[in-house]
């Protein structure tokens, strides 16, 4: 009984729905339909014709600026073997630890430092050396240790005399160890105090590398 | 000989016309009462202008005025009086006429304090506004500067000239705002990113201090600004305003034209401004690259194209360059500690210039707007919207090998907006509102950076539908609804391992809020709110997937893909009423708690880079709560005489870790004292204030939650003139402003800058704006 009553209620209801929306329908005078069709048609497209364009395709940058890699070869003057300190940080700022090597130094010896700037990010990897030469008056490197008798002095300069860091002479003298701190600053005040010999301290500008090696010296 | 025939009466007519309205001898009375707006008290000393007649009278203790001997026509009435918004009346006058004009007093104060309330109030939501005059005083500011008018409003600075507006402790993406209705869609995610607004496009700019937003999509977690540009006069001239300023510090000039007309066929305005300074002075030196160019233009159109049907079409782009201050860029953290030592800031120059270099900001952002409202009746209607807006932000670092011409960053967005509305005043004062929306945000990278991006690409489609119910009874209105919204979020990210390759992540949100709030009129001219809200927020992309170095703060910032929706329970309750109009009070306490609230952790990582040592950050969740409350009075000691004082204090709290929250505003106190004189010579509205801000410094953090403990609490004064006189056809209004009025030394905590400079020293701005 409650069963039949329930359904007659729905079919009541159910039937109610159309004659109300024709009711609303007959309400809306079918002029202004006219006008308000063409605007819920703009209105649609916008909406669908956003949507078709959902491809994602990220362009992998090619990170060409990116130092990854800095090698300080030390060459014996007079000959002998090389010695080289090198940091290679291959993924940039990520995840992965770098890698610091430090071969052993002589004591009582002169060398030669040189030192080169990689990207390994690109395959092969890119030779940043030349565009810090390029722009010596704006880039420095400096060179602070612990090591007792260490001495690097500059042996290169840029377009107005001021070092730039690229060529070192590099003497040792007794058997110690240490550690060794390479910095390249850009945008530098290359003519404040004690700059050009080397001291940091007055420098200022941006820090691009500071690199920290464990040094032998035997 | 027909032609003759034809035009013959015309003639006569006209000179009928003519004869008899010098025989009148212009013998017409224009008379009328001037009302405040929101209580309904007559308004003594308002100006009354009948513009083509080049005369006026001032009101009396009950608000009236009376023009005698006007002819019959059409005029323009303005009427103007001191803190109120100045209005033109069209008046076409072929009789003895009486109008009763309402202005809207204390609009900054005591919004909508509407004690004898007319039917269908729309929200219980509390709001304060600034009113086009108090635009215009200010017409050197950015929008988030401006807004540090109203009490529980602060600003997260990038130096002085990038802003962003930071309402009961949030910002960013917690904070929505509204450029003329359409939430605005840029890359709010970042501290030193200014929203792209210009404040000189609205006549009005209001903050809800809401507990939640139903109405709009988006992720507001309480409050809401609206910038609205107002509906364009009923008035068949062509009319508009000219605005010019100069500031002393950073040799700042900006001009702001605007012209509308209501002509038969459509109505229509056009607002462009133009701005550009230079390096901005402390008391001691000169904050290099900290100048700004930006112009800006906005078009409205509005058609009603039958009685019961209108469309209006709404055009705004935004283009700016913002410098960040040279000696802020830092490579690594000995960098960062080295800037700190300083007094002053490397590369400071000794002498000024405009020039703008890296690192600088520009940016553009475009809105167009469409919308059309059908009324089915008086009593319910529908509207309908579309909304595309553009967004281009570019970031230009110091870069090796002339690569600093290349931008570091280099975003583009677009979004695009659908809304369906329906509105219907039923039965006895209820309200019902419900919509459905749509919208899809498409971000892009573009690879001419040469630098792994900071956030990666995505498109985002949300869905959301809304209800509300708005009630009202004699002494009291109610308000609760519901909305619900889901969103698809696809990412392709670039990975931080070699060899790169794109990591794709596809999630989906589905997040509900509600609100409840009840207002109710105790006594007569006091107020009582209530408002109770729940929101959600979903986790921004770079909370998600940003990894990499942030260098304005030197450390490593990483996502985590795995945060979920924050979601906040906010409360209000507010007082506000007055004292025999002599004394208005307005207080609002609130107590917000955000579960999941997303932060920066610093980790006990220090990650080795071949740029060195860097902190890593990492964005973590936990539970928060904001407490605070808002004061705001105003005391009109005499007519000559009144007090302003706004005083917000707020304390975060993670409530997980027992600690505070960082960048949360410090508490802070203005007072003002205003000299008001209605007429001085010629001069009509004459104003002088003298003020005080005082910024307590900010106690509630933890010396380890930080680099450097936050800075010294400060006093800034201020100094002001105002007035304004008719001439002519022409409304002049004149200000000068002095700001750091006695040029003292200061750093404020929300300001990212303050590890490496001082703010601004002493700024004096004049101005003009010149209406017709």
């Known amino acids: 009984m409650a069963g039949d009553e329930i359904e007659q209620l729905n079919a009541t209801v159910l039937q109610q729905i159309p004659n109300f929306a024709a009711h609303t329908l007959k309400n809306l005078h079918m002029r202004q339909l006219h006008h308000l069709l063409p605007l819920a048609l703009v209105f649609l497209i916008s909406i669908s014709s956003c949507k078709k364009d959902e491809q994602l395709d990220p362009v992998i940058p090619n990170e060409e600026e990116v130092i990854t890699t800095l090698i300080y070869t030390l060459t014996p003057e007079g000959g002998g073997e090389t010695v080289v300190f090198s940091f290679s940080d291959s993924d940039g700022d990520g995840g992965a630890a770098p890698e610091i090597s430090a071969d052993t130094l002589h004591a009582n010896t002169t060398y030669t430092g040189s030192l080169q700037l990689l990207n390994e990010t690109q395959n092969p990897a890119d030779d940043i050396t030349g565009e810090i030469a390029a722009e010596g008056e704006s880039h420095q490197f400096f060179f602070e240790n612990t090591i007792a008798g260490l001495q690097i002095t500059y042996a290169d300069s840029d377009a107005s005399g001021n070092p730039i860091g690229l060529v070192t002479t590099v003497e040792t003298s007794d058997a110690t160890s240490g550690t060794l701190t390479i910095t390249l600053r850009h945008e530098l005040n290359k003519l404040a105090g004690g700059v050009a010999d080397g001291n940091m301290a007055n420098a200022g500008g941006e820090t691009d590398i500071e690199v920290t090696f464990d040094v032998e010296v035997q | 000989m027909w032609k003759f025939n034809k035009s013959g009466p015309l003639f006569f007519a006209f000179i009928i016309t003519t004869f008899f309205a010098s025989a009148q001898h212009c013998q017409w009375k224009v008379s009328g009462v001037v009302k405040d707006e929101s209580t309904g008290q007559p308004m003594e000393f308002a100006n009354v202008y009948l513009r083509e007649m080049q005369t006026g009278d001032i009101t009396d203790s009950l608000g009236h005025f009376s023009i005698s001997s006007v002819c019959s026509g059409n005029y323009h009435l303005s009427v103007s009086h001191i803190g109120c918004e100045p209005i033109e009346i069209f008046l076409p006058v072929s009789g003895d006429t009486t109008i009763t004009v309402r202005l809207d007093h204390h609009s900054q104060l005591l919004n909508e304090v509407t004690i004898t309330r007319e039917a269908g109030k729309t929200t219980t939501q509390e709001n304060q506004s600034l009113s086009t005059q108090r635009i215009t005083e200010q017409a050197d500011k950015n929008l988030g500067n401006l ?25 960013g993406n917690r904070l929505t705002i509204l450029n003329n209705g359409i939430a605005q869609s840029g890359q709010q995610w970042g501290t030193d990113h200014a929203p792209e607004i210009d404040p000189l496009s609205a006549n009005r700019i209001t903050v809800v201090k809401g507990a939640g937003v139903l109405e709009y999509p988006g992720n507001s977690l309480g409050s809401v600004i609206l910038i609205e540009p107002g509906k364009i006069p009923r008035d068949p001239h062509l009319h508009g305003n000219a605005r010019y300023f100069y500031e002393s510090n950073g040799r700042g000039n900006g001009i702001n034209l605007k012209l509308q007309q209501h002509a038969k066929l459509l109505a229509w305005r056009i607002t462009g401004t133009l701005k550009k300074s230079g390096d901005k002075r402390t008391p001691d030196y000169f904050l290099r690259n900290t100048g700004n160019e930006e112009a800006h233009l906005a078009v409205q159109l509005e058609k009603p194209i039958r009685d019961n049907w209108s469309a209006d079409l709404y055009f705004s782009t935004f283009n700016a360059r913002f410098g960040v201050l040279r000696g802020s860029h830092t490579g690594n953290l000995t960098d960062l500690e080295e800037a700190l030592q300083r007094e002053i800031p490397f590369y400071t120059e000794d002498h000024f210039s405009y020039s703008i270099d890296a690192p600088h900001q520009q940016v553009n952002h475009h809105l167009l707007k469409a919308h059309t409202q059908y009324r089915i009746t008086d009593q319910q209607w529908i509207d309908l919207t579309y909304a595309g807006q553009y967004n281009r932000r570019k970031e230009f670092d110091v870069r090796r090998n002339n690569r600093s011409e290349f931008p570091a960053l280099s975003l ?125 927020r979903n986790p921004e992309v770079n909370e998600l997937y940003s990894n990499g170095l942030h260098q304005g703060v030197s450390g490593i910032e990483e996502g985590d893909p795995e945060l979920d929706s924050e979601f906040s329970v906010k409360q209000t309750l507010s007082l506000k009423g007055n004292i025999s109009e002599k004394l208005l009070i307005q207080a609002l306490v609130y107590h917000q708690q955000i579960a999941d609230y997303i932060y920066l952790q610093p980790q006990d990582e220090i990650r080795l880079t071949i740029r060195g040592a860097f902190p890593v950050f990492r964005y973590e969740q936990t539970d928060a709560r904001i407490t605070g409350m808002d004061l705001s009075a105003n005391w009109q000691i005499s007519p000559r005489f009144s007090i302003n004082a706004m005083y917000s204090y707020l304390h975060g709290h993670d409530r997980e870790n027992d600690i505070p929250l960082v960048y949360m505003p410090a508490n802070n106190l203005f007072v003002a004292l205003n000299y008001q004189l209605p007429k001085f010579g010629k001069f009509q509205n004459v104003e002088i204030q003298l003020n005080n801000r005082y910024v307590f410094k900010q106690n509630n953090l933890l010396p380890e939650q930080d680099f450097l403990t936050p800075p010294e609490g400060y006093h800034l004064a201020g100094l002001k003139l105002s007035a304004e006189r008719q001439w002519s056809k022409f409304r002049l209004q004149l200000f000068t402003r002095a700001a750091n009025l006695f040029n003292i030394r200061y750093r404020d905590y929300l300001n990212r800058q303050r590890y490496f400079a001082d703010e601004p020293g002493i700024n004096i701005i004049s101005g003009i704006n010149l209406s017709f």
């Open chain 2, 147 to 171: 807004l540090e008018n109203i009490s529980g409003v602060s600003t997260i600075r990038h130096g002085s000239g990038i802003s962003k507006p930071v309402v009961h402790g949030l910002y």
């Open chain 2, 412 to 536: 583009e967005q677009f979004t695009h907006f659908a809304e369906g509305r329906y509105e219907n005043n039923f039965a006895a004062n209820w309200k019902l509102k419900t919509g459905f929306q749509f919208q899809q945000t498409q971000n892009t990278n573009i690879p001419e950076t040469g630098i792994l991006p900071l956030i990666p690409d995505y498109i985002s489609t949300e869905y959301g539908a809304f209800l509300t119910l708005t009630k009202s009874v004699h002494r009291a209105t109610f308000e609760f609804g519901g909305r619900y919204d889901i969103e698809d979020r696809r990412v392709a990210a670039i990975s931080t391992t070699i060899p790169r390759k794109v990591i794709r992540y596809h999630k989906q949100y589905q997040t509900g809020g509600a609100l409840a709030g009840a207002s109710y009129a105790i006594v007569k001219n006091w107020e009582l709110t209530y408002n109770i809200g729940l929101a959600a």
